[in-house]
């Protein structure tokens, strides 16, 4: 098990970037397939992106494809989310998730671990 933490969301205008990281601690090693995902007001939780361990692959959610990008360094067991365009919604609270696995995964279900989210706010 290990535990994450998020931060970097705010309030931006439409347009706008951020970039939200998830440090990870507990029981680390490379070996972790790390997500992110978000929630808005009254949807379910719907996947953004994803990162296989070593960075070597990565998928996107249709949505943000060509405008968010995630990366990792896992000297620092960080994981980013670098969110450019942003629009109005794409507002949400954004949650890391990290499963441990060589692949990626897409689903919510897939994922063990879940930090306590950071929320985003797109103003138009």
């Known amino acids: 098990q290990v535990q994450l933490v998020e931060s970097g969301g705010g309030l931006v205008q439409a347009g706008g970037s951020l970039i939200l990281s998830c440090v990870v601690s507990?029981?680390?090693?490379?070996?972790?397939?790390m997500g992110w995902f978000r929630q808005a007001p009254g949807k379910e939780r719907e996947f953004v992106a994803t990162?296989?361990?070593?960075?070597?692959?990565?998928e996107y959610a249709d949505s943000v494809k060509g405008r968010f990008a995630i990366s990792r360094v896992n000297a620092e067991n960080t994981v980013y989310l670098q969110m450019n365009n942003l629009q109005p919604e794409d507002t949400a609270d954004y949650y890391c998730?990290?499963?441990?696995?060589?692949?990626?995964?897409?689903?919510?279900?897939?994922?063990?671990?879940w930090g306590q989210g950071t929320q985003v706010t797109v103003s138009s």
């Open positions: 998730a990290a499963k441990r696995s060589y692949n990626t995964h897409i689903t919510t279900s897939s994922y063990d671990d």
């Open positions: 507990g029981r680390t090693s490379s070996n972790y397939c």
């Open positions: 990162i296989s361990w070593n960075g070597g692959s990565t």
